[in-house]
T-cell receptor
Framework: DAKTTQPPSMDCAEGRAANLPCNHS???????VYWYRQIHSQGPQYIIH???NNETNEMASLIITEDRKSSTLILPHATLRDTAVYYC????????????FGPGTRLSVLP | ETGVTQTPRHLVMGMTNKKSLKCEQH?????MYWYKQSAKKPLELMFV???????ENNSVPSRFSPECPNSSHLFLHLHTLQPEDSALYLC???????????????FGPGTRLTVL
């Protein structure tokens, strides 16, 4: 079972920031938070990951709370092409039975 | 383009057929994976290979048979499948396995399989 909880769906207006929450209250000290997304009928795509510090790359920012029990993925200027299912995964390793893709959040970016 | 290709992209087969799915990665990675994604279900990890050796087999029925002849290629041989095996089959690769938590998985586009 996934160790994370995400809202099943969210809407966001095009051009606005999309903030996707993830709860992972049972996270262990050696576990990372990974984010992937899957656009319809394609394979999942890596977005970002972090351990305890906030992270930013060209796609998104990841904000992890100080107690590490939750995190937020931020897409600063959402476009229609960001419409996808977003998966938050907690794991000590980048693979394996603990690297579980749960149901994710279906983000719809609206024009 | 992620550097991971899969062929065919679509496959329709009868329950008595034998077919194979192919995955190729052009990233110089050492680990490769097969996942299954059924309609309205999360991804399920099927097999993991590291340096051409199978390191994980998640209780997958024997009608699915993986093969990894080298670190760039991964096959999934299919034999006497059932209609409930219809799904999107995804291949992924990563640089390494254990100890490289900063590695990420790169997925191919998948093969959409329909079993009649």
């Amino acid at each position: 079972d996934a160790k994370t909880t995400q809202p099943p769906s969210m809407d966001c207006a095009e051009g606005r920031a999309a903030n996707l929450p993830c709860n992972h209250s049972t996270i262990s000290g050696n576990e990372y938070v990974y984010w992937y997304r899957q656009i319809h009928s394609q394979g999942p795509q890596y977005i970002i990951h972090g351990l305890k510090n906030n992270e930013t790359n060209e796609m998104a920012s990841l904000i992890i709370t100080e107690d590490r029990k939750s995190s937020t993925l931020i897409l600063p200027h959402a476009t229609l092409r960001d419409t996808a299912v977003y998966y938050c995964i907690v794991s000590a390793y980048n693979y394996g039975q603990n690297f579980v893709f749960g149901p994710g959040t279906r983000l719809s970016v609206l024009p | 383009e992620t550097g991971v290709t899969q062929t065919p992209r679509h496959l329709v087969m009868g329950m008595t057929n034998k077919k194979s799915l192919k995955c190729e990665q052009h990233l110089g990675h050492n680990a490769m994976y097969w996942y299954k994604q059924s309609a309205k279900k999360p991804l399920e990890l099927m097999f993991v290979y590291s340096l051409e050796e199978r390191v994980e087999n998640n209780s997958v029925p024997s009608r699915f048979s993986p093969e990894c002849p080298n670190s760039s290629h991964l096959f999934l041989h299919l034999h006497t499948l059932q209609p409930e095996d219809s799904a999107l089959y995804l291949c992924a690769s990563s640089q390494d396995l254990v100890g490289k938590t900063t590695d990420t998985q790169y997925f191919g586009p998948g093969t959409r399989l329909t079993v009649l």
